[in-house]
C-alpha cells in the first residue's frame, strides 16, 4: 500500500502461477479479493492509495475464503 498522486485508490495484483497454479484460480483469488471491496468502493475512491495484493506463499483453495476480509482490513485501516 502506498500513496499516490491521483486523488483516487488504485488496486492491482500480482498473484504468481508458482503459488496459486491455474489461472482458475488466480482468478478466483482476483475476484473475491475484488468483491470484497466492492460494499467499501464510496468510501475508500476518494482515498489517494495504490494498493497491491501478491502471493508470498502457496496458496491451497480452502484458504480463499481468508481474502474476503481483506478489503475491509484494509479500508478498516484507512479510517
Known sequence: MA?????HVRIGFSLSKKHLGDAVLRNRVR??????FLPF????????FD???FTAKRVERQ????FASIGESVVKYNE
Do not use: A, M, Q, W
Not at 468502493?41 to 489517494?48: A, G, N, T, V
Open 3 to 7: 500513496k499516490n498522486s491521483l486523488g
Open 41 to 48: 468502493l464510496k468510501k475508500i475512491e476518494c482515498l489517494p
Open 31 to 36: 475476484r473475491v479479493i475484488s468483491g470484497s
Open 51 to 53: 494498493v497491491v495484493f
Open 63 to 66: 484458504d480463499i475464503k481468508t
